[in-house]
């Protein structure tokens, strides 16, 4: 690969100051630019399914999409949750204290 003087002088900077080759650092460029075409080819798949499904109707309304997550919000919120006046003892594994 033949690179501008300059390009070079600063991969060769920066991969010293990184304290890696700067094959490394080519290879994970790649790497991002793979990773970032194939997100782009997913994301344009999933708006072109939607596009599609907006075209032949199959969507909700707001007002449906509302009473729904009205729905769940009754269903789950207090799922869980102590009772007035009670206690939960619980740790989270992180943590060394009871939240």
């Known amino acids: 690969m033949k690179l501008e003087p300059e390009l070079h002088a600063d991969s060769m ?20 630019q793979r990773e970032a075409c194939e997100y782009d080819s997913i994301l344009r798949g999933k708006v072109t399914g939607i596009r599609e ?18 729905a ?13 006046g009670e206690r939960k003892a619980w740790a989270h594994p992180a943590c060394a204290f009871p939240i």
């Open 13 to 32: 900077t920066a991969a010293e100051a990184s304290h890696r080759q700067a094959s490394q650092i080519i290879r994970e460029f790649v790497q991002r």
């Open 53 to 70: 499904q907006i075209r032949s109707g199959d969507y909700a309304s707001v007002d449906q999409v509302k009473a729904r997550f009205t």
């Open 72 to 84: 769940r919000r009754g269903a789950s919120s207090h799922q869980g949750m102590p009772e007035k």
